[in-house]
Nanobody
């Protein structure tokens, strides 16, 4: 059973940066597509970045494109989310997720497409 643990959240001023990490154990992490999601109070969980198992493909919604970068180090079982130019509306709990079944080098964008989830890390951006 794959287990995921996020770290790196915290409080940052608007315009600042944070790098989140997702550490995996209990499986061959290099074979899993991975996504980063966030959930603000009262809102649905939404995708902020996704990466294919082989790093060939990434996806970002317009809300974070150009500011967030997802990357992975399969040798270390780690996935990162570099967040720059942070805004107060980026405040949320951030989760990493991994999917069992991969098709080619696709990325996956919906919560139901992921099988494993971490517990989340809080990111708070002050204005």
């Amino acid at each position: 059973q794959l287990q995921l643990v996020e770290s790196g959240g915290g409080l940052v001023q608007a315009g600042g940066s944070l790098r989140l990490s997702c550490a995996a154990s209990g499986g061959t992490f290099s074979s899993y597509p991975v996504g980063w999601f966030r959930q603000a109070p009262g809102k649905d969980r939404e995708l902020v970045a996704a990466i294919s198992w082989n790093v060939d493909n990434t996806y970002y919604p317009e809300s974070v494109k150009g500011r967030f970068t997802i990357s992975r180090d399969n040798a270390k079982n780690l996935v990162y989310l570099q967040m720059n130019s942070l805004k107060p509306e980026d405040t949320a709990v951030y989760y990493c997720a991994a999917r069992d079944l991969r098709i080619g080098d696709l990325t996956y964008h919906a919560t139901y497409e992921y099988d494993y989830w971490g517990q989340g890390t809080q990111v708070t951006v002050s204005s």
